[in-house]
C-alpha cells in the first residue's frame, strides 16, 4: 500500500496559516529539528493519527518488507462455523445468512483495526492480544469523531424513522405452567379448571407479568404468541410453545402507545449522536477496508 493510499492527505495537517507566515516565522520553523518537528505534529487533533501513521510505516515498510499477503483477510470455514455456534447462548434459534454476515463484518473490521493498529504502533509496550490493539485504535477513531449539533428537523426527521424505539410498547401478563407433552398438560388444564390441580404445579406455575408482545415470539415462538393473542381474559386454555405443551391464562393486556416527540426530544437527541458518531466512525473502518482485500474460503 502507497503512503498516498494508507494516510490522509499531509497538506490537510499542515495549520490553515501556514502558507501566511511571516519569513522569520518560517526560518525559524525550519530550523526546529525533525525530531521536534514530529512531536508538534504528534500534539496535532488525532484526526491527523493517519499521516503520523503513514511516517512511521512507510519507514517500517522499508526495512522490513511485507508479507505478500499481509492485505489478505482470510475468513475461514472454521471461523464462519464459530459464529453460528457462538451466535446464541439459549440455542434459541439459528442465525440467518444475514446474522451470520453481520458477525462477520464485524470481525473483519476488527482485523483491520487490529492490522492498522500495529502499523502505528499502538501495541508497543503491551501485550500482542489482537482484540486490545483493534480495540485501541477504535477508540482513536471514535475519539476523532465530532458531530454537530442537529436541527429539530433533522431530529423529528430521525425520530418519524425511528419511532417505535421510543414508543410505549404493547404488553401482556399471563401464567404459564411449565412445558411438557400434550396428554399431560391436557390433564392439568382439567385439573386446574376443576381446582384440583397439585401444589408442586401451583409452585412451578409462572405469572408473567407486564411482558412487551413483541418479545414473545423469541421466547416461546410465534404460534404461542399469535395463540396467546387470541385468548380470552381470564380464561385457562392450551397452548403449545416451541419447548412443548403449556397452561395458560392470560389476564391483561395492555395495548401500545405511540410516542410523542416533544416528550422525548432529548432521548432522541442522544441516540441521534450516539448513532451518527458510530455511522463516521464505521465509514472511517470502511475507508481503511479499502485498502484490503477480504477472501472468503469456500
Given at each position: 500500500?502507497?503512503?498516498?493510499?494508507?494516510?490522509?492527505?499531509?497538506?490537510?495537517?499542515?495549520?490553515?496559516?501556514?502558507?501566511?507566515?511571516?519569513?522569520?516565522?518560517?526560518?525559524?520553523?525550519?530550523?526546529?529539528?525533525?525530531?521536534?518537528?514530529?512531536?508538534?505534529?504528534?500534539?496535532?487533533?488525532?484526526?491527523?493519527?493517519?499521516?503520523?501513521?503513514?511516517?512511521?510505516?512507510?519507514?517500517?515498510?522499508?526495512?522490513?518488507?511485507?508479507?505478500?499477503?499481509?492485505?489478505?483477510?482470510?475468513?475461514?470455514?472454521?471461523?464462519?462455523?464459530?459464529?453460528?455456534?457462538?451466535?446464541?447462548?439459549?440455542?434459541?434459534?439459528?442465525?440467518?445468512?444475514?446474522?451470520?454476515?453481520?458477525?462477520?463484518?464485524?470481525?473483519?473490521?476488527?482485523?483491520?483495526?487490529?492490522?492498522?493498529?500495529?502499523?502505528?504502533?499502538?501495541?508497543?509496550?503491551?501485550?500482542?492480544?489482537?482484540d486490545r490493539v483493534a480495540f485501541k485504535l477504535?477508540?482513536?477513531?471514535?475519539?476523532?469523531?465530532?458531530?454537530?449539533?442537529?436541527?429539530?428537523?433533522?431530529?423529528?426527521?430521525?425520530?418519524?424513522?425511528?419511532?417505535?424505539?421510543?414508543?410505549?410498547?404493547?404488553?401482556?401478563?399471563?401464567?404459564?405452567?411449565?412445558?411438557?407433552?400434550?396428554?399431560?398438560?391436557?390433564?392439568?388444564?382439567?385439573?386446574?379448571?376443576?381446582?384440583?390441580?397439585?401444589?408442586?404445579?401451583?409452585?412451578?406455575?409462572?405469572?408473567?407479568?407486564?411482558?412487551?408482545?413483541?418479545?414473545?415470539?423469541?421466547?416461546?415462538?410465534?404460534?404461542?404468541?399469535?395463540?396467546?393473542?387470541?385468548?380470552?381474559?381470564?380464561?385457562?386454555?392450551?397452548?403449545?410453545?416451541?419447548?412443548?405443551?403449556?397452561?395458560?391464562?392470560?389476564?391483561?393486556?395492555?395495548?401500545?402507545?405511540?410516542?410523542?416527540?416533544?416528550?422525548?426530544?432529548?432521548?432522541?437527541?442522544?441516540?441521534?449522536?450516539?448513532?451518527?458518531?458510530?455511522?463516521?466512525?464505521?465509514?472511517?473502518?470502511?475507508?481503511?477496508?479499502?485498502?484490503?482485500?477480504?477472501?472468503?474460503?469456500?
Amino acid at each position: 500500500m502507497s503512503n498516498a493510499t494508507h494516510t490522509l492527505d499531509i497538506a490537510s495537517a499542515i495549520p490553515s496559516d501556514h502558507n501566511n507566515s511571516k519569513p522569520s516565522e518560517r526560518e525559524a520553523s525550519n530550523a526546529r529539528s525533525p525530531l521536534s518537528a514530529l512531536r508538534n505534529l504528534a500534539r496535532e487533533p488525532l484526526l491527523h493519527f493517519a499521516v503520523l501513521g503513514g511516517l512511521i510505516f512507510a519507514g517500517d515498510r522499508i526495512l522490513h518488507p511485507p508479507a505478500k499477503d499481509d492485505k489478505v483477510i482470510v475468513v475461514t470455514k472454521a471461523m464462519r462455523q464459530s459464529f453460528i455456534d457462538n451466535f446464541d447462548e439459549d440455542k434459541e434459534r439459528k442465525p440467518t445468512e444475514a446474522d451470520i454476515q453481520k458477525m462477520v463484518e464485524a470481525w473483519v473490521a476488527s482485523e483491520i483495526l487490529y492490522r492498522e493498529g500495529k502499523a502505528l504502533g499502538v501495541d508497543r509496550g503491551d501485550e500482542m492480544i489482537r482484540d486490545r490493539v483493534a480495540f485501541k485504535l477504535q477508540l482513536l477513531i471514535f475519539d476523532q469523531v465530532r458531530v454537530p449539533q442537529p436541527t429539530d428537523e433533522q431530529l423529528q426527521t430521525w425520530f418519524a424513522e425511528n419511532h417505535a424505539r421510543f414508543d410505549a410498547p404493547e404488553r401482556v401478563g399471563f401464567y404459564l405452567t411449565p412445558a411438557t407433552d400434550q396428554a399431560t398438560a391436557q390433564q392439568q388444564l382439567e385439573d386446574i379448571r376443576a381446582q384440583r390441580e397439585s401444589e408442586d404445579l401451583r409452585d412451578q406455575t409462572r405469572a408473567i407479568l407486564g411482558r412487551p408482545v413483541a418479545s414473545l415470539a423469541g421466547a416461546f415462538g410465534q404460534s404461542f404468541s399469535d395463540g396467546l393473542l387470541k385468548l380470552p381474559l381470564g380464561e385457562w386454555s392450551l397452548l403449545q410453545s416451541k419447548d412443548g405443551w403449556h397452561v395458560v391464562r392470560l389476564d391483561s393486556r395492555e395495548p401500545g402507545t405511540p410516542a410523542k416527540f416533544e416528550d422525548v426530544r432529548d432521548d432522541v437527541a442522544k441516540m441521534w449522536h450516539t448513532e451518527e458518531t458510530r455511522k463516521q466512525a464505521w465509514d472511517a473502518v470502511t475507508r481503511l477496508k479499502a485498502n484490503y482485500k477480504v477472501r472468503y474460503e469456500q
